[in-house]
């Protein structure tokens, strides 16, 4: 007997993932990376989508099956290692939500000419808003698609005005003439790195929607948020390459913001507030639900005031910024950190695929395990690489 799907909870989880990556470094990190790589960083979106789609598959489809968080399994491959995986993805998902809270700001700012601190807190009692709601779980669904498909629909407004040389583009995602470490590894890190890529599995696991008669909706849950996000990367290049390829230069200060007032004037700025402003605050819930379920399992206390941490949460994220203010180089070297996180974390998930005290009579498949391996060395390697820039300065 086939299994009976909950596609609204699947769609759900995809878009939940898929906003969490699409936040306001997600918009800083492409504009950057197209004007230093130009029609090249076509190949590092296309190598990203890769190396994206093997991590999830291998980490939804091991937690699926496990019926386990991410955290609980491996504590199970090594006592302890849970714990400091839920350090990592926790410190992780902190630092991301004060950018996002700071991106939602700046987009109620650009909207309404509010300060960006006044920005923040509405954004931030909006969030808060889904979770104090008793019918959370549904609520933070809709909300995700809800943001998710506002976030394409205009930046395929921006990428359409923008005029992009699309030929180019395509020519240079097979055969570049520019490449960086970083970009790959920032990227990767900004699309399923850290908390990311769990947010999607652990609303899965919430759901219910686990076990191997459901790993075929698993799969099309993994992919579909791989190409949502995918879809918006790619939207977002290729409107910044029909700017940059004019010769206009982006502020460094708001490089994404440049790109939509370059491309369509004052209501290219004003949608840009739109986009950043739902970029911000689907990431900001998105990175709380699953900072917060990375620790509900150590503790009764935890799991019994779930929704409360939650809130405090999003409410000490908001108050550091107000504190520290906008750290725009934060949002790129948080998705470097999160590269960094990504291979450890991945190469755990394969380890836990081959002890059947997780995993009971599952088989997973060897091209899965192998291509899994694959990715765990390529961001290995190019962490490497990118510390070794980093060290040269460059």
């Known amino acids: 007997m086939k299994p009976k799907y909950n596609w609204s909870v699947l769609l759900g989880a995809a878009f939940l993932m898929a906003s969490s990556a699409i936040g306001p470094g997600f918009l800083t990190q ?42 609980d399994i491996a504590n199970e491959v090594f006592p302890g290692l849970g714990y400091f995986i839920s350090f990592l993805v926790f410190l992780g998902g902190l630092a991301f939500n004060i950018g996002n809270i700071a991106g939602a700001g700046l987009g109620l700012n650009v909207l309404f000419g509010i300060s960006v601190g006044q920005g923040a807190v509405i954004s931030a009692i909006m969030a808060i808003g889904i979770f104090i709601y008793k019918e959370a779980g549904k ?15 205009l930046a395929l407004i921006i990428a359409y005005t923008s005029s992009p040389p699309l030929a180019e ?19 990767v890190g900004g699309t399923v790195g850290g908390y990311i890529t769990f947010s999607g599995a652990h609303r899965l696991l919430d759901a219910r929607q686990t076990g191997i008669q459901n790993l075929g909706a698993v799969n099309k849950g993994a992919l579909s948020a791989i190409g949502l996000a995918s879809i918006m990367r790619l939207l977002l290049f290729i409107a910044a390459l029909g700017v940059v390829s004019k010769g206009f230069t982006l502020d460094p200060s708001n490089p994404a ?29 998105g990175s709380a639900y699953t900072s917060i379920s990375f620790i509900k399992s150590f503790h009764p206390l935890i799991l019994k005031f779930n929704r409360e941490i939650i809130i405090a949460f999003i409410s000490i994220s908001c108050i550091i910024f107000i504190l520290i203010g906008k750290p725009v180089k934060i949002l790129l070297t948080v998705g470097a950190i999160n590269g960094f996180i990504l291979p450890i974390a991945l190469g755990i998930m394969l380890i836990a695929a081959y002890r059947t005290k997780i995993i009971a009579n ?8 192998l291509t899994g391996l694959a990715v765990v060395l390529t961001m290995v390697w190019m962490s490497y690489g990118t510390i070794i820039q980093m060290i040269k300065g460059e």
């Open 30 to 71: 492409t504009a950057v990376f197209t004007q230093q790589l130009g029609a090249s960083f076509a190949f590092v979106i296309l190598l990203s989508i890769i190396l994206d789609a093997i991590a999830q598959l291998n980490i939804w489809r091991i937690i699926a099956v496990a019926d386990k968080p991410a955290q």
């Open 139 to 153: 609520a933070m669904d809709v909300f995700a698609k809800t943001m998710g498909l506002i976030k394409i629909v």
């Open 169 to 187: 583009a395509a020519l240079r995602a097979v055969n570049p003439t520019q490449f960086s470490f970083t970009a790959v590894l920032t990227i």
């Open 257 to 285: 913001a440049s790109v939509f007032k370059l491309a369509s004037g004052e209501i290219g700025y004003k949608i840009f507030g739109v986009v950043i402003w739902a970029a911000g605050i689907s990431s900001v819930v």
């Open 362 to 369: 599952y088989k997973q498949p060897l091209w899965l395990t």
